[in-house]
Nanobody, 125 residues
Framework: QVQLVESGGGSVQAGGSLRLSCAASRNTYSANCIGWFRQAPGKAREGVAL????????DYANSVKGRFTLTQDNAKNMVYLHMNNLSPADTAMYYC??????????????????RGQGTQVTVSS
């Protein structure tokens, strides 16, 4: 069992930055996949960023490539989502999710076994 707790959300103006944090109850290294997905009101869930194969690979949604960066600190059991050049389209609830399955990178992040309660990001124009 892995418990995930997100923090770092808030309100920011367009062009601003935020860093989301995900604290895991166990060594993040034990999850083959750990990442973030988001959901805005009335919109479908969207996988945002993923790190997998024990940190050897990362993957990003096209909508955030070049603006978001996912990093992992195994010593602290933490995963961070660094978000730059934010736009109102990034407004959503952001969730951290993890899965131990060997092939979890082939599944949607929002279907992963473990997920947190989410942290709200609001970007104003």
């Amino acid at each position: 069992q892995v418990q995930l707790v997100e923090s770092g959300g808030g309100s920011v103006q367009a062009g601003g930055s935020l860093r989301l944090s995900c604290a895991a109850s166990r060594n993040t290294y034990s999850a083959n996949c750990i990442g973030w997905f988001r959901q805005a009101p009335g919109k479908a869930r969207e996988g945002v960023a993923l790190i997998y194969n024990t940190g050897d690979n990362t993957d990003y949604a096209n909508s955030v490539k070049g603006r978001f960066t996912l990093t992992q600190d195994n010593a602290k059991n933490m995963v961070y989502l660094h978000m730059n050049n934010l736009s109102p389209a990034d407004t959503a609830m952001y969730y951290c999710a993890a899965d131990p399955d060997r092939w979890c990178q082939n599944r949607p992040i929002y279907d992963y076994t473990y997920r947190g309660q989410g942290t709200q990001v609001t970007v104003s124009s």
